[in-house]
Structure formats: C-alpha cells, structure tokens
C-alpha cells in the first residue's frame, strides 16, 4: 500500500475549520459575557441596545425563544412582550421582567443589594454609609436663633389677623375703618415680607 503525503496546506486548511466548527458550536453554548459577577443578577429578562437577554441562575443568556412569566406574560427574543390577553408592547432598553412577570428598572430591581451596594462603592470610591456628625453647641445655637424669629414672625402674623378681623367687622357694620387701622396693617404686611 502507497501513502502519498497530503499537502500541509490541506492540512492547515481542514485545522483551520475543525477550530471553526468547534470556536462557533462552543460560542453558541456560553453566556454571554457582562460586567456584573452570575452573583449579582436576580433571575427574569432585560432588554439592552436593542437585544433581550436572559437572566438564569446568575448567568445572562441572549433570549432565543419565548419566556413566559408567572402572571402570563410572555416575552419574545424580539423584546416584544405579550399579556395573557394579547396585548403587545416593545420592553424598553434599560427595563427588565422579574420572576413574577412585573416590568422593572433593571438597576434598581435586577441586581442583588449585595451588588447595588458593591457598585455604588466602586462609583463613589466610599465604603459603607458616610456618616456627619454635627457638634450639638453649633447645632442648638443656630437652632435658638431659627426660633426667635419663628415666635417673632408667628407673633406679627397673630397682630395682622386681629386687625383684619377688625377691619372686617367694620365692613360688615357698615361703618368705616379708623385710618390708623390701615396704616397698622400695611406696616405689619411690609415687616411680613420675605
């Protein structure tokens, strides 16, 4: 028997596609990739840039077929969802469909609190709560002075309203009101403006 050696090209060449075949088939099996850890993710659908994906078990799937939910909406791979009773409407970018069939935020209601908390540490750069203190000394004497003109304020205020009430029952006598009256009001209305 003769063996007549195949050309390395040939041979390159069918290597090639092998690494093809099996790069493309092992694409179609994998998650695709995003910047949160599986994790951080609630379980549901979300819809980004136009594309749905799918949120299983902590790990975010294109959505290639229908997902029905638990109040019987469905959600298409084309984003499209459909309610029991037949209703259509496009799941907007930056939305999402929890377990229960409910529209949400997805950054709100999609990531796990551990992960909200864990995001907003690397925005801020601060770990855990932030807490002030203010010194009690400064804190209460600022206070005093608020309510000083609080009571001065509320004082004028009572002042005004016993003068309208007189000026109303003069009105309301037929009689007219004594001019100091009104100079007394107009005085009280000016001190009483911001």
């Known amino acids: 028997m003769l063996r007549t050696p195949l050309p390395v090209s040939v041979l390159l060449l069918s290597g090639l596609f092998a690494c093809a075949a099996f790069s493309s088939a092992h694409a179609q099996t994998q998650p695709t990739a995003t910047a949160q850890p599986a994790a951080q993710l609630k379980d549901g659908a979300f819809r980004r840039e136009g594309k749905t994906f799918r949120l299983q ?16 909406l469905t959600l298409r791979p084309d984003g499209i969802m459909v309610s029991k009773n037949g209703n259509r409407q496009l799941l907007e970018n930056g939305k999402a469909i929890n377990m ?32 002030i203190t203010i010194p009690a000394a400064v804190n209460l004497s600022a206070l ?47 001190q009483l403006r911001p």
């Open 57 to 72: 078990a902590g790990q975010v799937f294109t959505l290639t077929a229908p997902v029905r939910f638990a109040n019987g």
């Open 144 to 190: 005093s002075a608020e309510l000083q003109r609080t009571a001065q304020r509320f004082e004028q205020l009572r002042q005004l309203s016993q003068l309208l009430n007189q000026r109303t029952s003069a009105a309301a006598a037929g009689t007219t009101p004594p001019p100091a009256l009104e100079s007394q009001i107009r005085e009280l209305s000016q």
């Open 100 to 131: 229960q069939g409910d529209v949400v935020l997805y950054r709100d209601d999609m990531m796990t609190p551990e992960a909200i908390t864990r995001h907003d540490e690397q925005t801020t750069g601060a770990a855990g709560t932030t807490t």
